[in-house]
């Protein structure tokens, strides 16, 4: 990073933290989820927003949907994209690329619109189908055993660093075909990703995550062209036969490290956290563990990992009671909408018998629909399996610390004893 670049990205970031926490400061509910103490328990300002007009437009010149029906309706019309009319991206561009402080990782398919996303989206999409997931349930049965009975021994660990971090790292690496060897610098990779996801809050954090990419795309060439010449049976070598570039092949590669690592790891730490607080249903799980299946709609309904999308239309359309013009962000906050009492009973409840559990909108939907959801849905029921069948008495300890992120809600760390 060259010293002119620095500073104006430096003076840049001062003046929006500065203008965004004044706008919090007076009363703006999207602005204030950014900033603490709000984003530490978004509820109150979620709740909010669904009472809000629908949509909401806050002062930062987004606007927001936050009912359950209108984020399902958003996602779902094909008529608001993820580029704008331009084919910039929603985040703002910089001298036609994309904004290193609100956009700074290309991921892939999930920034495009069709057709390009519909390419991508195929070249991958057979690696995902539930029937091939399926075929990983021994794999992930395996490491989740090894990793609960080398916690449960400790007595007193890290959720997220010694189960919930390593377990999906592992088995993305064996879909992607990276070698044992490379899966630490994954997990270190994928946090300076999930760090700067919804735009990075420092220079630090940036030089991080720019140094993390281009470490990921060093390894991902260097194994591209490997398996061109040697293939094997995973993903690397299914992309090196469809004689994939190296370019799409990193944003691939950066594409799934969140998808199928970061969101999973927070997807089982938000359900522990949340099952073994002072009300939570730990105990119910731990007397049958294979409601495990349960445990997880109900997090990602309760806490999803991943708490908005956003689209924009390339013509003036009608959503809610509002006209939006071509070009606006419109925002769909998704953790808003899992806790919509339109929907839900007791919303901020978390209930292992709720009949509506399944009914959230954590892997978004539309065309974007999550492709690696059959994915954590696997991982997630058997992680949890594995810890409720040893550790029944599994609580949590102090020191938790969550992450500041308006896009990821998730744990850097979760203390817990058996």
Aim: a neutral charge; proline letters at 6%; one cysteine or more.
């Amino acid at each position: 990073m060259d010293l002119r670049r620095d500073v104006t990205l430096g003076a840049r970031l001062a003046v929006m933290r500065t203008g965004g926490l004044a706008m919090a400061l007076a009363g703006d509910p999207v602005l204030r989820l950014l900033y603490r103490p709000w984003i530490d328990d978004p509820t109150p300002v979620q709740r909010r927003l669904r009472d809000a007009t629908q949509p909401y437009a806050s002062r930062s010149g987004v606007l927001v949907v936050a009912t359950h029906a209108l984020c399902r309706d958003l996602v779902r019309d094909r008529r608001f994209l993820v580029r704008t009319r331009s084919g910039g991206s929603l985040g703002g561009s910089v001298e036609g690329g994309r904004d290193p402080l609100l956009e700074p990782v290309d991921l892939s398919f999930l920034g495009m619109d069709p057709p390009e996303h519909t390419r991508l989206r195929r070249l991958v999409g057979t690696w995902f189908t539930p029937a091939r997931v399926n075929a990983y349930e021994p794999l992930v049965t395996a490491l989740a055993a090894r990793l609960a009975d080398e916690a449960a021994r400790r007595e007193r660990f890290d959720l997220v660093a010694d189960v919930a971090t390593p377990l999906p790292v592992a088995v993305i690496a064996e879909i992607l075909g990276v070698p044992d060897d490379d899966a630490a610098a994954f997990a270190r990779w994928g946090r300076a990703v999930a760090a700067g996801l919804g735009g990075v809050r420092s220079l630090r954090a940036l030089r991080r995550l720019e140094s993390a990419v281009v470490e990921l795309r060093g390894l991902m060439g260097a194994l591209l062209e490997k398996r061109r010449h040697d293939p094997a049976d995973d993903l690397i070598s299914h992309l090196a036969a469809q004689d994939a570039d190296t370019d799409e092949v990193v944003s691939l590669a950066a594409l799934l490290l969140l998808a199928g690592f970061e969101t999973t790891s927070t997807l089982l730490s938000n359900a522990v956290a949340a099952m073994t607080d002072a009300r939570g249903p730990w105990a119910q799980l731990a007397a049958d563990p294979a409601r495990s299946g349960d445990a997880v709609e109900e997090t990602l309904r309760f806490d999803a990992p991943i708490q908005f999308t956003a689209r924009t239309p390339h013509e003036t359309t009608r959503i809610g009671d509002r006209d939006v013009a071509p070009d606006t962000v419109v925002m769909a906050m998704l953790g808003a909408a899992g806790r919509d009492p339109a929907v839900h009973t007791d919303p901020d409840v978390f209930d292992l018998d709720r009949p509506t559990k399944g009914e959230h909108l954590a892997f978004s939907g539309g065309i974007h629909y999550c492709l690696g959801a059959p994915l954590a849905r696997l991982e997630g029921r058997v992680a949890l399996t594995a810890l409720a069948a040893r550790m029944p008495g599994l609580h949590r300890e102090d020191g938790a610390v969550r992450r500041r992120s308006l896009l990821l809600r998730s744990y850097q760390s979760l203390p817990v004893a058996v």
